[in-house]
């Protein structure tokens, strides 16, 4: 495995650098304030080839590697944690699933106008009581002559309401349990689609996170995505790229706090020294800097394992595992070490401590992470 990234591939984070700095970071304070989603990003985004990322130029998208995505995702999270889960979601939740699982009438329907950017995706598994256990799901799926019957509702959709195409899961046979849930895909304007209550939240505020409601939806016999009673198997896939994905925000909500503290230590004045020059602050900082490097690697690692075809189960729950407890922990510290500035809105460093709490909750808990790689290391 090689510790460095190819010349295109420094270029690639180079030109995301850019980006980022023109269309993302100018908008992260507002959007967190108002809660409005960043449309306006979402087509820049599009425009710049970056819906597709690690998809084949034959489906629409870049022909790059997971790895090029995962950089994507950490420059954009740097800036603003809201923009990069909703490109880690639409890459990884909906158009990954699509591309893996779908037939060659699906991703020329769905999968090509995803990558494009000309539309966005977003992924209905989880339920008011259905989180973790995602076998006990409600919503159902009958089969009448051509069409599928779907009702139910289906909460914490990011993306949910701005996104186009939807991957849903729901109940086909439901004595079977987590073995009868299929998948499907939906489209916003199917009859019985339905958008309920946008969420409030305490972090990525500019992250549409919405309830939807299937009340009798019509979904065509030929959007059943995969094989019926397999779309279990097809979640837990889609997580596994997810998280990865969710890793990789993570690591760009601990760097972006990180250089922002390290610009304030240099800059801030205490009994004539810069901050800087205290050796108790330089102790902390190394800490910081060490784990932000570990992390790096092992977020690395995960799409270095899934571009291969390799299984990457452990490796993803790792990722997020480290990814996410170290982006808590450093954003803590960020706004411990800005003093009183750090608990202001204008010095951003209690954004992203709001942002990210939430790395160790969705797609997987920490606990859940835990329970992932002590099952692999038992096997």
């Known amino acids: 495995m090689k510790f460095v990234?190819?010349?295109?591939?420094?270029?690639?984070?180079?030109?995301?650098?850019?980006?980022?700095?023109?269309?993302?970071?100018?908008?992260?304070?507002e959007i967190d304030e108002t809660g409005r989603?960043?449309?306006?990003?979402?087509?820049?985004?599009?425009?710049?080839?970056?819906?597709?990322?690690?998809?084949?130029?034959?489906?629409?998208?870049?022909?790059?590697?997971?790895?090029?995505?995962?950089?994507?995702?950490e420059e954009i999270s740097k800036a603003c944690a809201s923009t990069g889960v909703t490109l880690s979601t639409h890459t990884a939740l909906c158009s990954w699933p699509i591309y893996a699982f779908g037939n060659n009438t699906q991703r020329e329907s769905y999968l090509k106008p995803l990558t494009k950017g000309e539309n966005l995706g977003a992924f209905c598994l989880t339920e008011p009581n259905a989180g973790t256990d995602?076998?006990?799901?409600?919503?159902?799926?009958?089969?009448?002559?051509?069409?599928?019957?779907?009702?139910?509702?289906?909460?914490?959709?990011?993306n949910g309401g701005e996104a186009d195409i939807y991957v849903v899961f729901a109940s086909t046979?439901?004595?079977?349990?987590g073995k009868g849930i299929s998948s499907f895909i939906i489209e916003k304007g199917f009859d019985g689609f339905k958008l309920g209550k946008i969420e409030k939240k305490m972090g990525i505020r500019g992250s549409m996170t919405r309830e939807i409601i299937f009340n009798n939806c019509k979904v065509p016999?030929?959007?059943?995505?995969?094989?019926?009673?397999?779309?279990?198997?097809?979640?837990?896939?889609?997580?596994?790229?997810?998280?990865?994905?969710?890793a990789a925000q993570a690591l760009g909500i601990a760097e972006g706090a990180f250089d922002k503290t390290v610009k304030y230590l240099k800059e801030r004045k205490q009994f004539e020294k810069h901050l800087s020059d205290f050796q108790g602050l330089q102790f902390e900082i190394a800490d910081m800097y060490t784990k932000i490097e570990a992390v790096k690697m092992l977020v690395y690692k995960a799409?270095?394992?899934?571009?291969?075809?390799?299984?990457?189960?452990s490796e993803a729950a790792v990722a997020k595992l480290i990814a996410s407890e170290a982006a808590m922990s450093i954003t803590t510290k960020a706004v411990q070490l800005h003093g009183g500035y750090g608990?202001?809105?204008?010095?951003?460093?209690?954004?992203?401590?709001?942002?990210a709490k939430i790395t160790e909750i969705y797609e997987g808990t920490s606990q859940v992470q835990k329970m992932i790689i002590a099952s692999h290391v038992f096997k």
């Open 303 to 313: 799409a270095w394992t899934l571009d291969q075809g390799l299984n990457i189960s």
């Open 221 to 246: 016999k030929s959007n059943l995505l995969g094989e019926e009673n397999k779309g279990l198997s097809i979640a837990f896939s889609a997580l596994n790229v997810g998280r990865i994905g969710i």
């Open 37 to 73: 989603f960043p449309q306006e990003t979402i087509k820049k985004m599009a425009q710049s080839h970056l819906m597709g990322i690690p998809f084949p130029s034959e489906y629409g998208g870049s022909g790059k590697s997971y790895l090029d995505f995962v950089l994507a995702v």
């Open 343 to 355: 608990y202001l809105q204008e010095h951003e460093v209690e954004r992203m401590m709001r942002d």
């Open 173 to 177: 046979h439901p004595k079977l349990r």
């Open 134 to 158: 995602a076998g006990s799901i409600k919503t159902t799926a009958v089969l009448k002559e051509d069409y599928w019957i779907l009702n139910g509702k289906k909460y914490f959709v990011t």
């Open 5 to 29: 990234l190819t010349e295109r591939q420094k270029q690639f984070r180079k030109e995301i650098k850019e980006f980022t700095r023109n269309y993302i970071a100018p908008l992260a304070i």
